[in-house]
Each structure stands twice: as structure tokens, then as C-alpha cells.
């Protein structure tokens, strides 16, 4: 079923909309939970608490991309689920690393973010992404929307690790570059 399909479903308020919706991204919500989580049942957990955000919040809104829009709100709850629990404690220093990468080029939360300031780093990441080539962007989402490990976008790619670092490493310079030059404060 494809993604028209399954928007119509939750905006007549079928049920099967949860199913299908599961059926079609399931495995992929979980994986990006489980990359951050590294707990099966906290992985399920966001998921299925993935798959009522969506229902409460399809309608009103008519996401345009429906894979990217439960893929966000996976790793927000995920990454809220993962600071809930104390990170440290559970052996997930994969999650901090990932978070320290993107630091130096990223501006970090000093306090309650302003919704407005947080949708126009939102656009010029959005922006940024396009402007790079298409593997250079798959990995840098796989890598720090997703939570791929390294090991495992090698192993997609084919590319060896230091490959895919430098790749990653070019990726974030570049993009504090492009966030400074649209005026985003580092």
C-alpha cells in the first residue's frame, strides 16, 4: 500500500491505518530506535509510541513525506527515551558519540529553544542536504538521523571505515560552513 493510500485510511479513521502504517515502516522505525536505544523492548516501545503520535496527529496534518515524518518523531522519542533512562549507566556511549560529532557544527540547546530559531536550523540543515552528492548524504543521514552505526553503512556501502569517516568528517565541516554562512550561530 502506498503512502496515499495509508494518509487517506488515517484520515477516515480507520484502525488499518495503524497496521499498514506498521506493515510498510515498522522495521525501519524499529532499527532507528534500536540503533539508539540498544533495548528490544524500548525499541518496540518507540515504535508503537510512534505509531499513536501519528494517529493523533494525522489529521490534521498531511505529512508530504510520510517515511521522513514517523522516521522524526522514532528518533525523538527515542532520543528522549534514551536521556529518560541515563545513557550512561546503559552502555550507550553510541548515542553520546553521535551527539559529540555533531557538536562543533550543530548550535546546541542553551536553555528552551525557540520554535521559530529551531525550524530555520531545521531549513538550512534541510537546504545543506541537498546540495550534497547522494552518498555522501545517505550516509551522513543514515549516520546521524538513523543512528547507523559505522560498521554497518560499510557493510551497505561496501567502503571500508575509514572511507566512510572521512566522508562523515568532510560532511560536518562542511556543513558548519554552510550554517554559518546562513547565519545560524554555532
Known amino acids: 500500500m502506498d503512502d496515499h493510500m495509508i494518509l487517506e485510511l488515517f484520515f477516515k479513521r480507520q484502525e488499518s491505518a495503524i497496521a499498514e502504517t506498521r506493515r510498510k515502516y515498522g522495521q525501519r522505525l524499529y532499527r532507528t530506535a534500536m540503533n539508539i536505544l540498544h533495548s528490544n523492548e524500548d525499541a518496540e516501545e518507540c515504535v508503537n509510541d510512534t505509531l499513536l503520535k501519528a494517529w493523533e496527529a494525522i ?8 517515511g521522513a515524518f514517523l522516521a522524526r518523531i522514532a528518533r525523538n522519542l527515542s532520543i ?3 536521556e529518560a533512562r541515563g545513557a550512561a549507566k ?8 553521535l551527539l559529540s560529532e555533531l557538536e562543533e557544527c550543530v548550535p546546541s540547546k542553551g536553555g528552551p529553544e525557540d520554535e521559530y530559531e529551531a525550524s530555520l536550523v531545521t531549513e538550512a540543515i534541510n537546504s545543506f542536504l541537498n546540495t550534497m552528492e547522494q552518498t555522501a548524504r ?4 543514515l549516520r546521524y538521523f538513523h543512528g547507523e552505526s559505522i560498521r554497518a553503512i560499510c557493510e551497505r556501502f561496501q567502503m571500508n571505515e575509514s572511507k566512510i569517516k572521512s566522508i562523515l568528517f568532510r560532511s560536518r565541516k562542511k556543513l ?11
Open 59 to 66: 489529521p490534521p496534518n498531511r505529512p508530504m513525506k510520510f
Open 138 to 141: 545517505i550516509v551522513f543521514v
Open 80 to 82: 528522549n527515551k534514551w
Open 176 to 186: 558548519g560552513i554552510y550554517l554559518e554562512k546562513e547565519g545560524v550561530i554555532i
Open 90 to 97: 546503559r552502555g550507550g556511549g553510541e548515542v553520546n558519540m
